[in-house]
């Protein structure tokens, strides 16, 4: 097992005005699950990459452990990877897919015979040993490339998108035999993923990147409510929270914010980093998740604060409805329960969770208060 350490690690292609991954610190300890997550083009496969010696480290220092790896070949850092596209091969039946690197490393014959089937009982594979690629669903082809990647006992696992190629209800299954590997094998896992619907199920810890740079590292739960920034705050959660300009107004110890020609009051805690902030009369960026926006008589009649708005389009998705209306200029999306009456172009009453607002620095982006 091996913790992974990236040391002011730069990554520039040859050509380029800029750095893809510039300046990356990073700590991942022995046996943790952790996400890389991010918009297309943000650096995370090229980061998981430089673990695999895939991708030469232009600057700073790849740690496998204790050993430094940046002129270590990819075959000798004790890693396995798992891409997108499976790479099987398509004349070899699974049984010689999953042993074909132990046969390379002329590994005896009874130990690879036992690893591979091990594995292929793990993977529930075993009745399918002797079919070719061409013969597999999508899921069990990436089961295969899961069983290679296993039988060599790595010190770490790279997963390169490896669920993209799957339909929703095949990643939903693959996610959850993901996850029971990692409480099986204990090993340390990185895995690089564009849905943050799979970073939040997924990850011990969760990298949120943009634009090479990492935005935010922290548990699911950290993520989703407390972001650092706006990026990571619209990024993580879908539908993802609603986001409105408003002016801050303070009187006494209470900080309100208008919008819409009313003023929503925020609690104590929320108030005082906007008073400590010298934020009265500025502007800022309010945010509130999908589902702290409430159209229920209860929740409304003992509100602070009321809108009202007409329903544009209402969407069922069995056990909830999303409503979407605007609120002044800003589009804004309500998770409110199925049994609702509201339906398009019907006026609606709502209200915030003022408890669960969020507010960011129209500048800078950061957040000012969770």
């Known amino acids: 097992m091996a913790s992974i350490s990236f040391k002011n690690v730069t990554k520039t292609y040859d050509g380029a005005a800029s750095p893809v991954v510039p300046n990356l610190n990073l700590e991942i300890k022995d046996k943790e699950f952790i996400i890389l997550v991010g918009p297309s083009g943000c650096g995370k496969s090229t980061t998981l990459r430089m673990i695999a010696g895939l991708e030469t480290v232009t600057e700073g220092e790849v740690y496998i452990g204790d050993r430094l790896v940046n002129k270590v070949p990819p075959k000798d850092r004790d890693i396995a990877m798992v891409f997108q ?119 011990t810890r969760i990298v949120v990147m943009k634009d090479g740079v990492v935005q935010q590292v922290d548990t699911p739960q950290n993520l989703y409510q407390k972001p650092q920034n706006l990026f990571v705050a619209g990024f993580m959660g879908s539908p993802q929270m609603n986001f409105m300009d408003a002016v801050v107004e303070i009187k006494g110890d209470v900080a309100s914010l208008k919008i819409a020609g009313k003023s929503i009051p925020l609690p104590a805690a929320k108030s005082k980093k906007l ?96």
Do not use: W
């Open 85 to 203: 596209n499976y790479a099987l091969y398509p004349h070899m039946n699974v049984y010689k897919n999953i042993s074909f690197g132990l046969n390379l490393r002329k590994e005896d014959k009874a130990e690879i015979d036992r690893r591979v089937h091990e594995a292929a009982k793990i993977l529930d594979l075993e009745h399918l040993l002797n079919r070719k690629p061409k013969e597999l669903s999508g899921g069990q082809r990436q089961r295969v490339a899961l069983g290679r990647a296993m039988v060599r006992n790595p010190a770490v696992f790279l997963l390169d998108e490896p669920l993209s190629n799957l339909d929703a209800k095949l990643r939903v299954q693959m996610r959850v035999e993901i996850s029971k590997l990692h409480q099986r094998l204990g090993t340390t896992i990185i895995y690089v993923t564009h849905d943050q619907t799979e970073a939040m199920t997924l990850g």
């Open 275 to 370: 008073i400590d902030g010298g934020y009265n009369g500025k502007t800022v960026t309010f945010g509130i998740r999908p589902e702290d926006v409430y159209d229920s008589e209860a929740f409304v009649s003992s509100a602070p604060c009321v809108f009202e708005s007409t329903i544009k389009v209402y969407e069922l998705l069995g056990a909830e409805v999303y409503l979407y209306f605007d609120l002044a200029e800003f589009p804004i999306t309500a998770r409110v329960d199925s049994r609702t009456t509201a339906r398009p172009g019907d006026t609606v009453k709502f209200a915030f969770d003022v408890e669960k607002i969020h507010v960011f620095d129209k500048e800078t982006e950061q957040t000012i208060t969770n």
